[in-house]
């Protein structure tokens, strides 16, 4: 058996576009610069930055037991080709926040280094970009000061449950501990709100949604429960059988008051409710519920994505991609490559399909796309 016969989730590494533009792309701006716009009048202003596609866990949802194969890193941007890149988006194409995302990215050396150098970046309102990271808080309780010193604003740390057997099940490493240190050290090092993700799985952490909550809500952290993707191993996701926002909702209402929250959720994804411990009245506080399949909120996105090779994804489940990692190693100026995202973007669909009867999960599994 050779190693990509083990794998189970092929790794297609992306090659450059050939793709011409499309034809109606608007024209940049006097100035050389244009927004991330579509033809369905959304705008992008939110870029997810995939810095790594490796990991230091294996969460079921997300990888196989085996890991997956690691991009070569003559593949990868190096930090120079990365930075270049968020300058880009920031000063000519609008972008705003970046959130920076893996794989793991705490196991990119240069972390504080990329991001100290974003968070110089002025954005097209006059202000710093926003940074922010997603991450399963590995070494977190080390770093976080360094981070927040080099310039990141807030932190969403994933943890799906705090029962440390299932943890170890579920993301089959044993290191739950260093989870929740992290958390901690997130929220002492002023990382905040410090969000916390939980992707809710049938038949495996369905019973520990009330006790995150109430975990979240007493340490001032805001939790959020996700809806499972079909953006891992195929066999761990099955429509019928995924716990849906409403099945959350549900379990969450048998131990907490529930109120819709009143601020308006804009291009947020996650829908958020105010709640009190019936329990315990003094435990207050907010969650949100991100149901990204049940009920996608496609219209509001303001994302594109950049993965760790060097490609724009205008969708999680786009099919296609383009690579501009090889058009800027042959030279290729700012303005070229802010021409060739712009029009990546441009031919966004309206909707990811999930529920399509033609769906088609893409080739890049989550951990190289960048959640
Ligand atoms: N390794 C980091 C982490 O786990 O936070 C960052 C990358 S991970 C791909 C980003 C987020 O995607 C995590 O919150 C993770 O729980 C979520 N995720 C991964 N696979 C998913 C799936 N199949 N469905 C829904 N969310 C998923
Ligand atoms: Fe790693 Fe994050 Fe995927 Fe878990 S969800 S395997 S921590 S990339």
């Known amino acids: 058996m050779t190693s990509r016969e083990k794998i ?7 090659a450059p576009s050939a793709e011409p533009l499309p034809a109606d792309l608007p024209a940049p701006a006097a ?20 810095l790594t596609d490796r990991c230091n866990l294996r969460c ?22 990365m930075i270049r890149m968020i300058t880009v988006a920031v000063e000519k194409l609008g972008i705003r926040q970046i959130r920076f995302t893996g794989g793991e990215p705490l196991l990119r050396k240069s972390l504080e280094k990329i991001i100290a150098a974003t968070k110089e970046l002025t954005t097209d309102e006059g202000k710093p970009v926003g940074t922010a990271m997603t991450t399963n808080g590995m070494g ?15 932190v969403n740390i994933s943890l799906d449950t705090l029962d440390p057997e299932l943890y170890a099940r579920l993301t089959r490493r044993d290191r739950l501990k260093d989870a929740v240190a992290a958390i901690d050290a997130a929220i002492e090092a002023g990382l905040t709100p410090v969000k916390v993700n939980a992707v809710v799985m049938p038949g495996v952490n369905e019973g520990s949604i009330t006790e995150l909550a109430r975990f979240a809500l007493q340490k001032g952290a805001q939790l959020r429960f996700i809806e499972q993707m079909p953006l891992g191993p195929p066999e761990q996701w ?6 849906t926002a409403q099945d959350i909702l549900d379990e969450l209402a048998t131990e907490f008051e529930m109120t819709p929250a009143e601020e308006p959720r804009g291009s947020a994804p996650a829908a958020l ?43 999680l489940f786009s099919n296609s991609e383009t690579s501009l990692r090889d058009l800027m190693r042959a ?35 989550m951990s190289a796309i960048g959640g």
């Not at 927004?35 to 369905?40: G, P, Q, S």
């Not at 409710?273 to 509001?300: E, R």
């Open 31 to 50: 100035d050389g610069t244009r927004a991330l716009a579509d033809r369905f009048g959304r705008v992008a202003r939110d870029l997810r930055v995939s």
């Open 273 to 315: 409710w105010d709640v009190t411990d019936l329990t315990d009245d003094s435990v207050t506080g907010q969650l949100g519920v991100i149901a990204s399949v049940s009920h996608p909120f496609c219209g509001d996105c303001d994302r594109s994505r950049l993965t760790t090779d060097g490609a724009i994804r205008n969708c």
């Open 331 to 365: 030279g290729a100026s700012d303005d070229e490559l802010a021409e060739k995202w712009a029009g990546a973007m441009w031919v966004k669909k309206p909707g990811h399909g999930i529920d399509d009867v033609g769906f088609l999960q893409p080739d890049r599994p």
């Open 140 to 154: 977190l309780a080390r770093r976080a000061q360094k981070l927040a010193d080099a310039g990141l604003d807030r």
């Open 238 to 243: 099955e429509r019928a059988q995924m716990v």
């Open 8 to 14: 189970l989730l092929p790794l297609r590494t992306s």
């Open 60 to 81: 079921t949802y997300c990888m196989p037991a085996e890991g997956l194969d690691w991009m070569p890193t003559e593949q990868t941007l190096n930090d120079d080709e």
